[in-house]
């Protein structure tokens, strides 16, 4: 077996790369390839400027003042509209927000409260653990019986859907393992039995298209700091659908979710807008950052973010086949790009050390236990003779058996 593509390949398909510009709009030091744009995207350059100015002018000169000079009470919505753009929502149907966890609170709260009288939360066991804890978490605060029942394979989610659910709770792409599901045929599924859907998308946005709209969508959620290029800890976002708008659905009924914040009232009374599902002050500097880095979409052609993207992943995977069986390396990921998101795990021994060993030769991944390899494909800045480059790093770690040092044995906090 041998490799499919030369390094000269490589360099003409990134000469020829429609988004090769969007590279150099991105701050990523020399001598690493990085793969983990699907755990923390690359810092947008122009990131830096605006925190800088929005830091010494618009607080340390305007001060209070700016939060209407600078507008910096609507960025939760302004951001929203950016990222409603890239996940087929419409205007005044997104805000950013809180952490994922907590949006998953609020939306999963309203989805139950608007679908009484079922029991059923229905999500997959490998889904991201934030969700699941989240659920457990909803179904006993709420204190009427609910329970999270869990599929363990994607097949069986049509026959789980019955008339005592209320709610499917999906992630779009497995964090794990990269299979995608098909959102549009699974919300029609658990629509013709009256449940109701939130779709998580950490490992959707941004790194390919997706119709909320057209799915039906009930609620989704998603990170900032992926695809998205937020940040570390960026705010969060979370979609409603217009049709469920109004009454008093999500249960943190804080002032920035209240119809009239600046009346100081003091009972509570929602907003009927996107706006109830906001609950405090928004972390500023971080907005801040989420809004500039999603300023780089605006031009963003996300059909061809996907097609690089796939491409990116079949390169990968090709290259790694003509050694993963010599080295026990087994792809979860599917190989069909219709059931996949942007990113190729596989399952090995020692993938702990593995990893660690790459990163200090400079080919940035994660592991996430107890035995996969991530690599993470993000087209905006990613060049294919760098995803070339990392398999053939990976495959001279395995032959060396350079991951059995024992400096790469020591488990960090965060994998
Ligand atoms: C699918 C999914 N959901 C949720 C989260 C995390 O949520 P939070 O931003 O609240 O930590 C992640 C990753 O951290 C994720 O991959
Ligand atoms: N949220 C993270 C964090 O706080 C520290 C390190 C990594 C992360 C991640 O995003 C993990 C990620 N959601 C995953 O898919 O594993």
């Known amino acids: 077996m041998h490799s499919t593509i030369t390094k000269i390949d490589a360099e003409q398909a990134d000469f020829t ?10 701050d990523l030091p020399d001598g690493v390839l990085y793969l983990d744009g699907n755990s923390l995207g690359a810092l947008p350059k122009t990131v ?18 700016s939060w209407n000079t600078a507008d910096w009470v609507h960025l939760p919505q302004r951001v929203g509209r950016k990222i409603a ?26 989805a139950l409260d608007l679908n009484p009288g079922r029991s059923k939360i229905i999500s997959e066991r490998d889904n991201f653990p934030t969700d699941l804890y989240i659920a457990q978490g909803v179904a006993k605060q709420i204190g009427k019986g609910h329970r999270l029942v869990l599929s363990d394979a994607p097949s ?8 005592d659910a209320a709610v499917l ?38 790194a390919m298209p997706v119709d909320l709209t057209g799915a039906g969508a009930d609620f989704a959620i998603g990170c900032g700091y992926k695809y998205l290029n937020g940040g570390p800890g960026a705010p ?10 109004g009454g008093f659905r999500q249960p943190l009924s804080g002032w920035f979710g209240h119809r009239a914040p600046f009346d100081f009232d003091p009972s509570y009374a929602p907003s009927s807008n996107i706006e ?5 002050t928004p972390p500023v500097l971080a907005m801040v950052a989420m809004d500039e880095a999603m300023s780089l979409w605006d031009d963003v052609d996300m059909t061809a973010v996907r097609a690089k993207s796939v491409t990116l992943c079949d390169l990968f995977i090709q290259e790694v086949d003509s050694f993963a069986d010599e080295f026990g390396l087994k792809l979860v990921t599917p190989r069909d790009a219709d059931r996949r998101g942007s990113q190729v795990s596989y399952s090995c021994d020692n993938g702990y050390a593995i990893m660690q060993a790459l990163i200090a030769r400079g080919v940035v991944g994660d592991f996430r236990a107890p035995d996969i390899i991530r690599f993470g494909m993000t087209p905006l800045y990613l060049k294919f003779a760098e995803v070339k480059q990392a398999a053939a790093i990976l ?3 395995l032959e060396t058996r350079a991951w059995d040092a024992p400096e790469f044995q020591v488990r960090g906090a965060v994998t």
Request: aromatic share 8%; hydrophobic share 40%.
């Open 17 to 26: 790369d429609p988004l090769r510009s969007y590279r150099d709009r991105f």
């Open 48 to 65: 830096r400027q605006r925190v800088a100015k929005t830091i010494s002018e618009e607080w340390g000169e305007q001060l209070i003042r």
């Open 85 to 110: 753009n890239l996940i087929g929502a419409g205007d005044g149907s997104v805000v950013t927000a809180d952490s994922t966890s907590i949006n998953l609170f609020k939306v999963l709260s309203a």
């Open 156 to 163: 069986d989610i049509p026959d789980m859907l019955d008339e």
């Open 169 to 206: 709770m999906l992630t779009h792409v497995n964090y794990r393992n990269g299979y995608r599901h098909d959102m549009a045929a699974l919300t029609k599924m658990a629509h013709d039995k009256g449940i109701l859907v939130i779709w998580d998308l950490c490992h959707t946005a941004g």
């Open 236 to 245: 969060a976002f979370l979609y409603v659908n217009p049709r469920h708008m």
């Open 276 to 280: 109830q599902y906001l609950c405090g």
């Open 395 to 397: 495959r001279d770690i």
